[in-house]
Nanobody
Framework: QLQLVESGGGLVQAGGSLRLSCAASGRTLHVHGMGWFRQAPGKDREFVACTNWNGASTSYADYVKGRFSISRDHAKNTVYLEMNSLQPADTAVYYC???????????????????WGQGTQVTVSS
């Protein structure tokens, strides 16, 4: 059974950087798109970034574009989210998720994802 485990969250000052990891076990992720989402207190879960199965196609939410970067390492069955120039508005629990699709693109809709990690907290202080 697939298990996704996020790590790398923490407390950082505004302008700082963090690198989140999402390690998969129990099943290979090689053919599936992967996504990162986040949820702040009192808000809905929102899309952050996604990548298709081989990393050739990525997509970012406007509010992280140019600051965040998604990548994946098939050998490690792991997906990463590099986060730079962090702002207090980026404070949230960050989740990785496996897409149901395995094509040349990736998807922003939460409904496209069928497996989720437990999340990792990112807190950005001003």
């Amino acid at each position: 059974q697939l298990q996704l485990v996020e790590s790398g969250g923490g407390l950082v000052q505004a302008g700082g950087s963090l690198r989140l990891s999402c390690a998969a076990s129990g099943r290979t992720l090689h053919v599936h798109g992967m996504g990162w989402f986040r949820q702040a207190p009192g808000k809905d879960r929102e899309f952050v970034a996604c990548t298709n199965w081989n990393g050739a196609s990525t997509s970012y939410a406007d509010y992280v574009k140019g600051r965040f970067s998604i990548s994946r390492d098939h050998a490690k069955n792991t997906v990463y989210l590099e986060m730079n120039s962090l702002q207090p508005a980026d404070t949230a629990v960050y989740y990785c998720a496996k897409s149901q699709s395995y094509g040349s693109t990736c998807y922003r809709a939460i409904g496209e994802y069928d497996a989720w990690g437990q999340g990792t907290q990112v807190t950005v202080s001003s």
